[in-house]
């Protein structure tokens, strides 16, 4: 695997890996971005969310547990000292669905933090990664 990046102005870049899919990658003004697209620690936040994210719904498919509506919220806290490296994340697990099988729910959570996610499994070697799950949440 591999990707590649081209700055396009100042501290905007464009990116791409293997699939062939460009991602806009940018910082503040005050850096010498454009605040055009995603910071890269964003970047990581959102590829830990949809990893885990692809994971539940691929696996909730095989259990045969279908939710009409599904949502994975990710925050996480920074090092206060460079580099601001991620301290603590928590993902919110987020279904919305009538006669939804929580234990079908909880075991394809379970499954991908601990077994099938990369992306949190390389995480949790340097931060603590927590998770809760909301059923018909308001």
Not at 26 to 51: R, W
Not at 79 to 104: C, M, S
Request: a neutral charge; one cysteine or more; charged letters at 25%.
């Amino acid at each position: 695997m591999k990707a590649i990046l081209q700055r396009v102005k100042g501290n905007t870049f464009i990116g791409k890996g293997d699939s062939n899919h460009w991602v806009v990658l940018d910082t503040v003004k005050q850096f010498g971005g454009s605040e055009a697209g995603s910071k890269p620690m964003e970047l990581v936040l959102i590829a830990l969310g949809g990893c885990t994210a692809m994971d539940v719904e691929s696996l909730l498919k095989k259990m045969r547990t279908p939710a009409d509506d599904f949502r994975v919220e990710v925050e996480a806290e920074n090092a206060q000292e460079h580099p601001r490296v991620f301290t603590r994340i928590k993902i919110v697990y987020k279904f919305w669905g009538e006669n939804l099988n929580e234990n079908n729910i909880k075991k394809a959570i379970e499954l991908s933090q601990n077994k099938y996610c990369s992306v949190s499994a390389m995480l949790k070697k340097t931060c603590e990664i927590t998770y809760q799950i909301e059923i018909n949440p308001d």
